[in-house]
């Protein structure tokens, strides 16, 4: 057929003749895998945030495989509950549809997107809770001091930030275009906020 849809095509018009085929790749989008007891995770979400290319442990399976359908369609984590909800995902030689799996321990994060990100002299904060007050969005700090760098997978939604000892609890920020999860560090100054 001459309508025939090309994009980036070797050869861009029909060449004539009757011995002629094409190729096409279908494919839809990439899922969990698992795999000798690790998980690799193209996505995942925490509250705002969302993690990339993440390889966690298994320390167990709380539920699933289940039904042929999958319920939702993004990967969830609870940092409460450390349980990580998987709509759909394959395991090698087979797909398997809406698993719960306990997380052990996160082995890396490629990427994040909606976390907080420092530049060496401002930290920049999508949403932040203060304990016991109101929760504020689009902040820009200053820090004082690291007081610790956690790790592991983070254990929280959003920042929250203590005012008696001007402490910031962070799940996750970009520094240097690597991220570091479960970072305290004592603010210096509001530079500005949002709402």
């Avoid at 420092?118 to 969005?137: C, E, K, M, N, R």
């Avoid at 991220?179 to 100054?189: I, L, S």
């Amino acid at each position: 057929t001459a309508d025939l849809p090309l994009v980036n095509a070797l050869q861009s018009t029909d060449g004539g003749g009757y011995q002629e085929g094409f190729f096409a790749k279908i494919s839809g989008p990439a899922l969990p895998t698992y795999q000798q007891g690790q998980l690799a995770v193209p996505a995942f979400t925490i509250g705002g945030v969302t993690y990339s290319d993440a390889v966690v442990t298994v320390a167990r399976l709380v539920s699933g495989p289940a039904g042929t359908v999958p319920v939702g369609s993004a990967v969830t984590y609870d940092p409460a509950t450390r349980q990580m909800t998987i709509p759909v995902g394959y395991d090698g030689t087979s797909a398997y549809d809406n698993v719960v799996v306990q997380v052990g321990s996160l082995l890396s994060i490629g990427g994040v997107s909606g976390a907080d990100s420092f530049d060496g002299v401002h930290l920049s904060i999508p949403a932040v809770q203060v304990i016991g007050g109101a929760a504020y969005t689009h902040v820009v700090v200053t820090v004082s001091g690291l007081v610790g760098v956690g790790g592991g997978m983070p254990t929280a939604g959003q920042d929250s930030y203590n005012a008696a000892n001007r402490q910031l609890n962070i799940p996750a920020v970009v520094y240097h275009g690597k991220v570091y999860t479960n970072v305290v560090v004592t603010v210096g100054e509001v530079v500005s906020r949002g709402g």
